[in-house]
């Protein structure tokens, strides 16, 4: 069905800019974009459906690229922990953290973790989210990373939006393999990567490089076997201290590297050459109450593009709107609500590996764009979250919210 959608403006985030558009028409045909400029310009369409959108501003969907949306139990106790002063080090190096989700992980079935993670999906999706990334590793074995991802994968067959599902399994250290990680790391690239891969689950596979995790040399292990199988790479790296991840992955072609509070300018220059995308997680940095900001004068001048998600994971960034991450992305990284915009289009777009079809408005993409009942764009990075006026339309129809 071709829709007509007028009476609105555009920013259209093509290239990362605002790019307006003032009185916009939106021509979309079998889930594209088939058209889109001003008004004025639109030849006569036949379109079975014309819609008027009360020239309200269109951006297109917002793409979550980085987040943990499936898992068991949650760590309220842990924050309250960290309130007293306890560090998020030392309560990973007491049993707790990570392999306390990883036990209410594993102890959930697959159906409970869906309805919750169910939950927490909807929540982004009233924020305007029409894409997101969902990361196992807190099953840390066959059955349960298998788990979560069929669990990712369910989301998407059952709620209006897409999902790319990616391998974390290298995130913490299973107690089953105590003192063992080189086992444990031969374990996920001879058992559990292959399955999993040839099961259609992966998309992506990630890591996460730190003192308290996996070792350069161990994720370069993963990366190696990824490549093998066919699957591009992604690093969780530099966010408690300096191991040169994000070179690593860099090399290794990463869609992206994440967190990155503590990389260097050379990690920076590595990545533009690699066109590998930072992806900046405010609410993490925010929730560990941590200091060290990412060196963002570095990577605009060496032209890394820059991503923003919401992390939302149960220990470090419980975060369930990804327009609060804009605003964090402002006020506490120093980025404009331009930037901010589009490090969830455009530049989350590319960190999924779907910068060709999805995250910006023009003729051949995706029809994924929201209709915001808002002044100016910058308004999306001005509001602390809440739940703004708003069409969503995904692939070319409305869906409610
Ligand atoms: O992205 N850094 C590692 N992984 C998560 C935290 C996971 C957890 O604490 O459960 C993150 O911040
Ligand atoms: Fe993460």
Redesign the pocket.
């Known amino acids: 069905m071709r829709t007509l959608w007028q009476h609105c403006h555009a920013a259209t985030m093509v290239d990362g800019r605002y790019a307006i558009i003032e009185d916009a028409a939106i021509v979309t045909c079998a889930g594209l974009i088939e058209w889109i400029g001003p008004r004025s310009e639109l030849r006569p369409v036949e379109a079975e459906r014309t819609v008027d959108l009360g020239y309200a501003w269109v951006t297109p969907g917002l793409i979550d690229c980085?987040t943990?949306a499936v898992?068991g139990g949650n760590?309220s106790g842990e924050f309250e922990q960290r309130l007293q002063g306890v560090s998020?080090a030392e309560i990973?190096a007491q049993g707790g953290?990570?392999a306390?989700?990883v036990r209410a992980t594993r102890a959930a079935s697959e159906d409970e973790l869906f309805a919750s993670a169910r939950q927490r999906v909807q929540a982004l999706m009233r924020d305007g989210v029409t894409t997101l990334e969902v990361?196992s590793?807190?099953g840390l074995d066959l059955a349960n990373e298998r788990k979560m991802l069929r669990v990712a994968r369910r989301l998407a067959d059952e709620l209006p939006l897409s999902v790319r599902a990616t391998c974390?399994a290298a995130?913490?250290l299973p107690p089953e393999y105590a003192g063992r990680a080189d086992d444990y790391i031969t374990h996920i690239c001879d058992e559990m990567l292959p399955a999993l891969a040839a099961e259609g689950l992966v998309d992506a596979v990630d890591a996460?490089c730190?003192h308290l995790?996996f070792s350069p040399a161990q994720v370069e292990r993963v990366f190696i076997k990824a490549h093998e199988l066919g699957l591009p790479v992604k690093l969780?790296a530099e966010?408690?201290s300096s191991l040169h991840g994000s070179s690593l992955a860099a090399r290794y072609q990463a869609l992206s590297a994440?967190?990155l509070e503590f990389m260097t300018e050379e990690d920076a220059i590595a990545m533009a050459a690699a066109g590998t995308v930072a992806v900046l997680?405010p609410g993490?940095f925010y929730f560990?109450r941590e200091t060290e900001l990412p060196p963002m004068e570095a990577l605009r001048r060496h032209g890394v593009n820059i991503a923003l998600a919401s992390?939302l994971?149960?220990?470090?960034?419980p975060g369930l709107s990804l327009r609060l991450m804009l605003n964090m992305g402002c006020t506490l990284f120093r980025m404009t609500p331009e930037e901010a915009l589009a490090g969830v289009t455009t530049h989350a777009a590319t960190a999924l590996g779907l910068g060709d079809s999805h995250g910006s408005l023009e003729a051949g993409k995706v029809a994924d764009f929201v209709a915001w009942h808002i002044e100016r764009p910058a308004d999306l990075a001005y509001w602390l979250g809440g739940d703004l006026p708003k069409r969503v339309v995904r692939r070319g129809h409305e869906i409610s919210n």
């Open positions: 980085h943990h898992f760590r998020y990973a953290g990570i306390s989700t990361k590793g807190y974390l995130h913490a996460f730190e995790a969780h966010q408690l994440d967190h997680l993490a560990l992390d994971n149960p220990g470090t960034s």
